[in-house]
Nanobody, 121 residues
Framework: QVQVVESGGGLVRPGGSLRLSCAASVSIGSIYAMAWYRQAPGKQRELVAVSTSFGITNYADSVTGRFTISRDKAKNTLDLQMNRLKPEDTAVYYC???????????????WGQGTQVTVSS
């Protein structure tokens, strides 16, 4: 079973940037589908971005053009570069690994413990 650990969260001002990382227990290149989710207080967990080992990426409309998901094989991490952050991006961000991605639908795999991102002035 793939295990993942997130890092990189913190407090940032609106308009700022943060980079989240998700370290995997197996080779990142061997995991077909991985994703970042987030959950804001009082809201359901939502899918933010998907990455497949074939280079396919997909984003929620709310983050398209601002967030970039990528795999760093040297560090063995799944990263989420978040730019032009807004207060509504405040949430706990979770990495999910070893799910499935077919027909534009991501099916959940294994979860990390989450990392808090707070966007506030």
């Amino acid at each position: 079973q793939v295990q993942v650990v997130e890092s990189g969260g913190g407090l940032v001002r609106p308009g700022g940037s943060l980079r989240l990382s998700c370290a995997a227990s197996v080779s990142i290149g061997s995991i077909y589908a991985m994703a970042w989710y987030r959950q804001a207080p009082g809201k359901q967990r939502e899918l933010v971005a998907v990455s497949t080992s074939f280079g396919i990426t997909n984003y929620a409309d709310s983050v398209t053009g601002r967030f970039t998901i990528s795999r760093d094989k040297a560090k063995n991490t799944l990263d989420l570069q978040m730019n032009r952050l807004k207060p509504e991006d405040t949430a706990v961000y979770y990495c999910n690994a070893d799910g499935d991605y077919s027909g534009g639908i991501y099916s959940e795999g294994n979860w990390g413990q989450g990392t808090q991102v707070t966007v506030s002035s």
